[in-house]
């Protein structure tokens, strides 16, 4: 097994394994295993509405595209705008939503 096969093994095996680190969410409709980190909501000192960030870590196979910014993903039935997309063998898409 080389270098490249092993990280693929980690990812599959170890961090988007539901066992471990991952869980599965509905986004945009599919059930997909995949790991999201949920930053502390902060409020907006203009307007007292809250900025809630996520980091989600998903397979693009699973996924079946790659978010580009201010695109509209669904996460168990609540949106959020994607503000970045990092592509390196696991997508790391950071996302936003706002709440009051």
């Given at each position: 097994m080389n270098f490249k096969d092993q990280i693929q093994d980690d990812i599959s095996n170890t961090f988007l394994d539901i066992g471990e680190f991952a869980a599965e969410h509905n986004i945009?409709?599919?059930?997909?295993i995949c790991v999201i980190d949920e930053e502390k909501a902060t409020p907006n000192?203009?307007?007292g509405v809250y900025v809630i960030r996520r980091h989600l870590?998903?397979?693009q196979t699973d996924?079946?595209?790659?978010?580009?910014?201010?695109?509209?993903?669904?996460?168990?039935?609540?949106?959020?705008?994607v503000v970045d997309c990092i592509n390196e063998d696991l997508l790391e898409v950071i996302l936003e939503a706002r709440d009051s």
């Open positions: 945009d409709g599919q059930n997909i000192q203009n307007d870590f998903i397979s996924l079946g595209y790659i978010p580009v910014p201010e695109q509209k993903i669904s996460i168990d039935d609540k949106y959020y705008y």
